[in-house]
């Protein structure tokens, strides 16, 4: 079994043979921003997975799926199955990865007894010959593998697979890995190129199975998971599936041009093709990568770093189709995105990944859970307008308590209890910290202290703790995309961004160090308004209000008196900040001027000949005051707006 | 059975009770723009729909149902239905509503024969108690209005019924109007409120039976219908079917504020409710449909008259939510909204109801045919990008032959084959022309004659053909709510825009008129850039070009060298009109002056601070030729846009 030198125990756990340019270090969060938000995914929303878990059913059907395998019967009749999609079962996959990696942060005997007995429940429900899936083993018996557009069975398994090699990996306990071993086994027995000898040439509609089989490779060392990755990766795009975009079938990766499909499909797929790319040293589906990654975020990615445009299909829309309060921008998009670009970056080395990660997590990602980490939103629109008739269901603009497609609570529970991995890395040179956190960053050499309030305040304070002696090597911080201006202190020496050693994004920092060594990094968070690339027809004449790395909005629980959507703001007057400890658990807001239109009434017909329209009367003064996206709809339901006509 | 005076062989054939301030008028088009469009009609799509009918299998299900009527036996196995959808016999019934108003121009034998068939074949696929739908007979037996949210019973009646009542008004013919009265009765013995004696307190998730209960009541003199159909409308926004704005089940018409959920729906329902206000007189469903009339033109229509932003439900969206490449604006809104708009044209007397039936007519309407009349548009998106990949099926921005869901084309050709009913009406004062075409307008004392090459050309000339002697009356011209200037000339006397007896949208020429009186009326066709309320996010800063009742469109066959979301139009410089006899079956063309921008290169990022965005280096001058809207993707596939930057 392969082991990485002192790798963390968490997602991407690279083996030693991998082609990447860094490798993921340690990292330990002790206070601060998300820490908060941690302890809440760690005190509250995690220890009610399986409460909701039990009441949507899926426990149940895990529970008759055993007791049909015990009572050596397939054929349950259908009306006692619960749920409404075929893969509710990755919804206990996804709660037990989340489970998993919050138990490798600490003892939580609670938790523990949880997760041992709902794996006890799904090694129960497995099919003797592997196989494992409550709605085909519940109401499709015999059908298996008969629908692979959309019955996501290996999608289930992928998420399956994902959480055993997180229970393995965060426990040492090999119950959960022998079921997705068994399950893997019994997918590469069924699945392979004509003349393989396996009986089906075919690819799952939702990708998953796939970075996951990478993932069960670096959990086992078995090189055939490796493998039957490559081959399910290398077959999407043709027309296995009827060719369509949604099924990420229409073209293969390594030939597409552009981002397109369901997003979440899209970007699973390309996680894997990054892990593959890491594992195998493919520099052609690492091309694709960095290639559909600069598509992605210049022509398909919203400000928030939410991703997709349509409601209809969940798809990434066309180039520079970017609505705003039609955004769809799913939480599990924005976290797959985190996946995704996590993988570029260790694999190039480049600092842009980490900069998407960073605006993802802070904004796209973090508004898909409520300040209490009891309430969710699915998708994560930039405008929810006045007058806004919410129409529920899963795809609301109102937080729900949980989904009849519950994908998105147990993904962010399991990329919060996860978060430590994505923050730094390591390589030969020293130490990379990608994110700012107070806590510990850490090599098998090397262990850096940090304290910050970031996001709010932009003081970085980075203390060497241990270094080989004598030894130099290099401490890089991860100058942001957005940072305008910066400071840095390091022992004697001061740099700004006229003369600091940046390079493609990271400060390079070579020294021979000295525990005790200190660092002291401030980055400007003067707030700033933002437009966006003329061809974005969506916010036209508008612009946004950023700070550091949050995007900002205003919301009507602010401004009382009146809607959003005839508010204009006065870009010649500079937003300034206030910090507000009382408001929304502690926020810093921003200030702006801006004025509520009068509209004149035209009668029925609001298209006026544009030479008639006239300067409109002056509009009535109005203080605007603006939250960070991220806690938006955690007071009263209203309207929202990200993006601000200025005239 | 109660007769209008000389009531045109039409839809919304008022009774003689009917509290309506006007009454449809009979109309003959003889040559000119909507002549050609319904010799296509004529002459291609309607001789072809039973083929298409026949091949998407409807016919089949028609077949199948009388077969296992004529075996006395309901079921026959799923497999053998055809067609994806519970309401796949209203594409017959509005086939033959088509047929039907198209039999009405004159002879046409092979139509005939055609009608005659199909309707026998409904005829025999009726069930003895006067039941008929093929899926729920088919794939369902037994299984009769159980699911009232989703199973389009009712709304397949009612489109049953509104065929009936064609063929019989066109034909004299009883056949189908036996069937109709037939399942009628059936319903009024099923549905009513609790006490009634009826089983069930129910309402279809899709209206149409209410307004095709009014039709059937004015075509029997049963007032059984009249009540049924009130029944039905009152009975939506009460949560019978779980209080979805989908199924016009969240709020009463009565207490709505706007126009909401799926499109059509919505659109049934008000033309329904504007029947009962204008055959029994309640003053509040009048009210309700002005107030919401005048909701949905100021803050939920297309410039194009297109109707709904959602593509996810069909829905409306909120207010000033008109996106353009996802602009929905399905072309069986845009007849649903000619249909309520000319029932409140009637029930008021208002010029605004027939000035948004023009726009509608002339674009979003229109747009839904090719100009070869055999392939078809079910959404009319407002953008198509550069780069779009379109993913196909029946929301494609592609023309299709047929669709999945062919609601669409069926009914194109319903409102073309009638179309002449909703162009004209008279009252105790004398004609209103609502809509200029050449031929004649009439009522039972007076004839007017039209000859126009509008909308190319202003000019209509108007000839009294028949009048009573020595008894004025007044001739009503529409003067379009687009007109910035007109000239009308009467006799001696001439009027312009700053002295004509113009009130309310109607030029009013009251005179004792004498057969060969002329009246000259020439309207203003400058092209004009149109803006948008400022509330309109999606094309702020845009103009559209427009001209008479036409909008125009940029298509990238006529711009080669590059896309058009780079394009910047110039409203400093007039645009210029260009007839085209060449183009696109002959059009007149507006070229007006633009650019191409430079767009400066920043990176991955598509989002730079708004003061550091500088002025735009010059881009190449580009000469813009604008097509009508109505004949866009009548070529190769590319992009368009309707909405252009200025800057």
Redesign the interface.
Known sequence: MPRTRSAPIGPVRLTPDARTALHPATVAIESGFWHDRRTTNARVSLPQGPDLLESAGNLHNLRLAAAAREAASDTVTEGEFQGAYPFVDTDVYKWLEAASWQLAEGEDTSLAADVARIVALVAAAQQPDGYLNTWFQLVKGGERYQDLRWGHELYCAGHLIQAAVAHHRATGRLELLDVARKFADHIDSVFGLPGSGRPIDGIDGHPEVETALVELYRETGERRYLDLAGYFVDRHGHGLLGG???CQD?VPLREAT?V?GHAVRQLYLLAAAADLAAETGDAELRAAGERL??AM???K?H?TGGLGA????E?FG????L????AYCETCAAIASVQWSWRLALLTGEA?YS?LIERTLFNGFLAGVSLDGERWLYVNPL?V?????D?GGD?SARRTRWFRCACCPPNVMRLLAGLTHYLASGDEQGLQIHQFVTGTYETDRIRVRAETDYPWHGTIGFTVEQTPADAPWTLSLRIP?WC?DFRVRCGTETYDRSDAPVERGWLRLTRTWEPGDRVHLELGLEP?????????????????IERGPLVYCLEQADHPGGGL??IVLD?SRPPAVKHRPDLLGGVTTVVAAGHR?R?PD?G????????D?GP?PDGEPVELTAIPYHVWANREDGSMRV?L?TS
């Open positions: 369509e975009a949604y229409r552009n397109e990654w600069h975020t210049t022509t990615t400000l349509h409601h209809d299909e798809d066309d180039p520079y189709e609505p705003t309060e039609r842009r900069d405008q307008r006045d007058g806004h008739t129409t795809q995309q305008r700033r308004l933002t437009a966006a690339d003329p061809r974005v027809d969506a916010v036209r004449g508008c612009v946004a959507d005839d870009p239109r509209i035209r029925w017909w609001p298209y006026p000949a544009a030479d329209t409109e993006w006509p």
